[in-house]
């Protein structure tokens, strides 16, 4: 005499397609009313959620002190995320972001004028690397490239301009 497995005893049974299509067709309205809250979530999220638009380039820093002037070379210190940590903060900072409003004030032309927010404005160091990413967002993509354009070219001007050993050299 064989042991009886679950596979075979009598109380154990398999359960078929036409049984699992049954118990799918009686419960369809909770699967249905699921299915259909779920996508009604995410259509109102989407609808409903402002457009933004961010416009970003990039900026190769020099790092270090020039031991010097006849020697190219730069001496790098050890301290990378206090360097660039500060040089984020200089990019956000009310000098940089003053110095953009008077070059797209500059440059407005007969176009509207453009009032840069400080809050708009974002950087970040791009890996462990030497490059700052700078960036701005604002609902119409015009404005965020002329924006964007001018804090590249205002932190440039000021990180030249600054109290630097070499600010020649800096970039």
């Known amino acids: 005499?064989?042991?009886?497995?679950?596979?075979?005893?009598?109380?154990?049974?398999?359960?078929?397609?036409?049984?699992?299509?049954?118990?799918?067709?009686?419960?369809?309205?909770?699967i249905l009313g699921?299915?259909?809250?779920?996508?009604?979530?995410?259509?109102?999220?989407?609808?409903?959620?402002?457009?933004?638009y961010i416009s970003a380039g990039e900026v190769l820093v020099r790092?270090?002190?020039?031991?010097?002037?006849?020697?190219p070379y730069f001496t790098v210190t050890n301290e990378w995320e206090i360097d660039l940590g500060s040089e984020v903060h200089t990019v956000k900072s009310w000098p940089v972001v003053q110095l953009a409003q008077k070059i797209v004030d500059r440059e407005r032309g007969d176009g509207p004028a453009l009032a840069l927010s400080a809050d708009r404005v974002d950087a970040e160091v791009t890996?462990?690397?030497?490059?700052?990413a700078i960036g701005y967002v604002d609902r119409d993509p015009r404005v965020a490239e002329r924006a964007c354009d001018a804090l590249l070219r205002a932190y440039v001007e000021y990180r030249q301009s600054a109290v630097l050993s070499y600010p020649r050299r800096f970039f």
């Open 1 to 30: 005499m064989m042991p009886e497995t679950p596979a075979t005893s009598a109380g154990a049974q398999r359960a078929t397609a036409r049984e699992f299509l049954a118990v799918i067709f009686r419960r369809r309205w909770i």
């Open 34 to 52: 699921l299915f259909a809250a779920t996508l009604g979530t995410v259509l109102f999220v989407s609808f409903t959620t402002p457009l933004t």
């Open 63 to 71: 790092r270090g002190e020039q031991k010097s002037i006849m020697q």
């Open 127 to 132: 890996g462990k690397t030497n490059v700052l």
